[in-house]
């Protein structure tokens, strides 16, 4: 793969209280692929074929500009932390991929070594694009040294077509946000939130190889709770419920939208210095998930793929005293 990005931002204070910035990239990736899935095997013998496609010359790229500024309104009781902004993501890509796989023998248990395959057929171009281009707007309220309130929305136009699909969105969405503090160490916040996002698009071992599905909204609530329990000591917990569309793969080996999936779970994690030397950050999320898709019985009330129930990590750090500069991690 080769792959170049560009990046350029700039800020400019207008005010004490009023900035502006802008930035701009673009990343061109362009990269050959061989890509190969196990399937018909018989589980008893372990024999199977071994599939392969092959993809020569498949051209990503994607352009992003952003504009915003923002502003600060003080006041005795009141104060408001306000942002305007643009934005415009522009995508294309075109996953080259040879339609026809290449079959070979192989065996689960006893793998064989399989001689060099080569592309046998030509190539097929699946071009496609993406344009999501949104106003937004948030105003941040500050009441007193206890509550903080943001209310925002963005204005998305959403357009994404291949050679056979044409799909476009106009959504107003919304975003709420309140947090207290009873105490200064502690934080207690909820929020909600949607966004337009992506669906996905068909990979090259499905039957509609490289069609892009249609837009999705996506729904998000959350609560929690952040403390500062000690000097440097963070401690967080927040309950997350999450709405977005699913997908799967049909009886015509078609990869479609397949309803919505729920995510339903609770994050913890801590962070801080333990002593001036070691510091560590920990993490844990339990996470229930199902699918709410009552239109398809053989996915309904299941887990989508991939999804974990639990995960956790451990990250630590420690600064040695008679090197300084240095650490161990």
Not at 6 to 32: P, V
Not at 307 to 316: D, G, I, K
Request: charged residues 20%; proline residues 5%.
């Amino acid at each position: 793969a080769h792959a170049t990005n560009l990046l350029f931002r700039t800020d400019y204070m207008i005010h004490d209280n009023w900035s502006f910035l802008f930035e701009a990239g673009k990343a061109r990736t362009r990269r050959d692929r061989n890509f190969s899935q196990f399937q018909n095997y018989d589980l008893a013998t372990g024999q199977g074929i071994l599939r392969t496609f092959f993809a020569r010359g498949q051209e990503w790229e994607n352009t992003n500009y952003r504009a915003e500024v923002y502003g600060r309104l003080p006041g005795q009781l009141i104060t408001h932390e306000l942002t305007f902004g643009y934005n415009a993501n522009e995508r294309s890509a075109d996953p080259r991929t040879q339609p026809l796989a290449q079959d070979v023998q192989q065996n689960l248990y006893s793998p064989v070594i399989i001689a060099p395959q080569s592309p046998t057929a030509a190539f097929a171009s699946i071009p496609s694009a993406i344009h999501d281009n949104g106003l937004y707007f948030s105003d941040r309220i500050l009441i007193g040294d206890k509550w903080q309130a943001t209310l925002g929305a963005r204005a998305t136009r959403y357009e994404s077509a291949t050679l056979t699909t044409r799909y476009e969105a106009d959504k107003l969405i919304p975003q709420f946000a309140l947090m207290y503090k009873p105490v200064k160490q502690v934080s207690i916040y909820g929020s909600y939130l949607e966004g337009l996002e992506e669906s996905g698009q068909a990979p090259a071992n499905r039957a509609n190889a490289g069609e892009l599905l249609a837009p999705a909204l996506s729904r998000q609530k959350e609560i929690g709770v952040k403390a500062e329990v000690a000097k440097n000591v963070l401690l967080q917990a927040a309950y997350f419920d999450i709405t977005r569309s699913s997908t799967t793969i049909d009886s015509s080996n078609r990869f479609v939208l397949n309803g919505l999936a729920q995510y339903k779970g609770i994050e913890l994690a801590a962070s801080g210095e333990i002593n001036p030397q070691l510091s560590v950050l920990a993490s844990a999320q339990f996470l229930d998930a199902e699918q709410l898709n009552a239109a398809n019985a053989g996915t309904f009330g299941k887990i989508p793929d991939n999804t974990p129930r639990q995960t956790a990590s451990l990250f630590s750090e420690y600064r040695l005293q008679g090197v300084p500069g240095l650490a161990l991690s």
